[in-house]
């Protein structure tokens, strides 16, 4: 194995050289839990922690290394390396993390390709594809959409689902296919490149880590069944995980129930592109549009030019972007609050000496 088989490439050799970290070897992080991590190299996959320094220079989260991430190392013994340095990112998944307002979660790091994977036959919902596509589309990662389990309903229906996504989301690659018959699993496969980043994206049950291992040929992840009491999925990744396959890289991720969109203007323009190219054509500069006279959007809802869920959908998520932008905002007035107040107490502590 090489390190371009682990996605590696001149940038990051680049960066790596104008940095002086030629010293070092270079890993990739394949997993996390608690600050402790997986590093794998071109020879084999090690346990690795950051130093110190890393450690406490760090202002928020996002400056620990995450799933994905390349990583300057040098070794501590047999089994374990350091981590003394993060490689720049080229593209970042996050969302909205979940119960801390104002703050965000890293997905995943340095992916080219996400596969937004939708089973057809339970909780199929394409508001919930087009929240995915505003994460992909935030963070410049190509998306592909795989409706799975076609097996469990007939072609009639299968046609009617295909139509109804291909009639809200426009220009995004779609296959369907069903990880018990192994039909488009082939077709799948196809797309992907050797040393490229592929990260699956989806909730709990939709049959992500069974479409892992068809598509590594092999059981590397566990995998488990719908619960009969709830029709839900039950949580089988753990964590997040980075897996090199044959003809491509692959990171496997929990199932998410909660996907919360952050900062998200780029994403959420590109994916209601045709709503927010109509916003032009309104009367108001500032419209909402929910109730304004002379709205392009609305008159286009009401003559069935924009399909009615998109557009809610489209309100839904510019209220939840809007919302995130005020608690980030609020949340850095408190700190500067809280800077000034420390300073002014140091200051007359001082004074009173």
């Known amino acids: 194995m090489t390190l371009e088989d682990l996605g590696y490439n001149k940038d990051l050799e680049s960066y790596r050289r104008s940095q002086n970290l ?92 996400a596969f937004i994977v939708q089973s057809v036959d339970r909780d199929f919902n394409i508001n919930r594809i087009e929240r995915y596509l505003i994460i992909c589309n935030t963070a410049n990662v190509k998306p592909i959409i795989v409706l799975n389990k076609i097996d469990l309903i007939n072609e009639i229906e299968l046609k009617k689902l295909i139509s109804k996504v291909q009639d809200r989301v426009k220009q995004v690659p779609l296959i369907e296919i069903s ?34 291992n068809n598509l590594s040929g092999s059981q590397l992840m566990k995998t488990n069944t719908i619960s009969t009491s709830t029709n839900k999925g039950r949580h089988v990744t753990s964590h997040r995980e980075l897996l090199v396959l044959q003809n491509g890289i692959l990171i496997d991720n929990p199932g998410m129930r909660e996907v919360g969109i952050a900062d998200s203007t780029s994403g959420l323009e590109k994916t209601f592109k045709s709503i927010i190219e109509l916003s032009k054509n309104c009367k108001f500069k500032d419209c909402t549009h929910t109730t304004e006279i002379d709205c392009a959007i609305l008159e286009a809802v009401s003559k069935g030019e924009i399909d009615m869920d998109s557009y809610e959908n489209y309100l839904k998520m510019k209220k939840e972007k809007e919302h995130f932008e005020l608690t980030v905002a609020e949340k850095r007035k408190k700190d500067k609050d809280f800077g000034k107040m420390i300073k002014h107490f140091k200051k007359t502590r001082k004074s009173n000496k």
């Open 179 to 212: 990880n018990e018959t192994k039909k488009g699993i082939e077709k799948l496969k196809k797309l992907m490149q050797k040393g490229k980043t592929y990260c699956l994206l989806g909730s709990s049950g939709v049959g992500k880590s069974t479409l892992l």
């Open 22 to 113: 030629e010293s070092f070897g270079v890993g990739r992080v394949i997993s996390e839990h608690k600050e402790r991590y997986v590093v794998k190299t071109t020879e084999d996959e090690y346990d690795a922690e950051i130093i110190g320094n890393l450690r406490f220079s760090a202002q928020k989260r996002s400056d620990f290394p995450a799933v994905g991430d390349w990583v300057a190392i040098s070794e501590y013994d047999e089994e374990k390396v350091l981590i003394h340095s993060v490689f720049p990112r080229k593209t970042i998944i996050e969302r909205h993390a979940v119960g801390k307002q104002g703050e965000k979660q890293i997905i995943a790091t340095n992916v080219d390709f």
